[in-house]
């Protein structure tokens, strides 16, 4: 059965001399694993539309659990802006990563997400932010969402003094021991963060030294509590 579907590629690996298989998430049946035969070839026509990133409509020959095959792609969008900076092709190489995780524990419909997030890096606005922002949103579809309204320890919602990844939340003056105080300032941007819609975002201008405290939080975070390990943001750790 031939059908279309809108997709965005995750990752491709090399199938003998000529051919690749690709991951792609698509809109219309989440995770699909594709056979391009003769896609890695200089001459196919297939070759740059089946890189990873690629936005597009796909025409395959779809096996419900199988490897499908491609026929043909109607390519939306190749992300030329993303393509052209290592640090924007970092950060949405490591949300293709991160969504192929995400994808394989929540029903809940994640294309979005990626694709929105993957419009507003093309279109400028701050890959780190952006990144967290959609860290922050998965969050909770991995079953670890933030509670950013009361303190984690006793419920307090008043005199909250600092915000802790390893607990994995707010902590109120009473409960407090000895965690490091993060500004307000912080918590106000989480929370920013965490509730926005990602489409909607035009412009956002947070102070560096905020964006590596919230980034780091995250970071702490998902190693705390959501059993990922995801090797790309290690190396954009690096890249910052
Ligand atoms: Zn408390």
Not at 54 to 67: H, V
Not at 121 to 130: K, S, T
Not at 216 to 233: A, N, P, V
């Amino acid at each position: 059965m031939i059908i279309e579907v809108e997709g965005i590629v995750l990752s491709e690996s090399p199938y003998g001399e000529t051919s690749k298989i690709i991951n792609i998430l698509s809109k219309e049946k989440g995770l699909i694993g594709i056979m391009c035969k003769g896609a890695k070839s200089m001459k196919s026509s297939l070759r740059a539309s089946t890189q990873i990133l690629t936005y597009g409509i796909f025409s395959i020959y779809y096996k419900e659990g199988k490897l499908s095959t491609l026929k043909n792609v109607d390519v939306k969008n190749m992300w030329k802006e993303i393509h052209s900076d290592l640090t924007k092709i970092s950060f949405a190489t490591y949300l293709c990563e991160l969504i192929s995780q995400v994808v394989k524990q929540t029903d809940e419909d994640v294309f979005d997400f990626l694709l929105q997030s993957l419009i507003k890096i093309e279109n400028g606005l701050d890959p780190l932010i952006i990144t967290n922002v959609l860290e922050l949103k998965c969050l909770p579809l991995l079953g670890v969402g933030l509670n950013l309204d009361e303190c984690i320890r006793c419920g307090n919602k008043t005199q909250i003094v600092t915000i802790d990844a390893s607990y994995g939340g707010l902590i109120c003056k009473n409960c407090y021991q000895n965690e490091p105080i993060l500004d307000k300032k912080i918590i106000q941007l989480i929370r920013m963060y965490y509730y926005v819609d990602i489409a909607s975002i035009n412009k956002i201008n947070v102070d560096d030294k905020y964006k590596k405290i919230i980034d780091k939080f995250i970071t702490d975070y998902y190693e705390s509590f959501t059993g990922l390990y995801l090797q790309s943001k290690k190396f954009i750790e690096n890249l910052l």
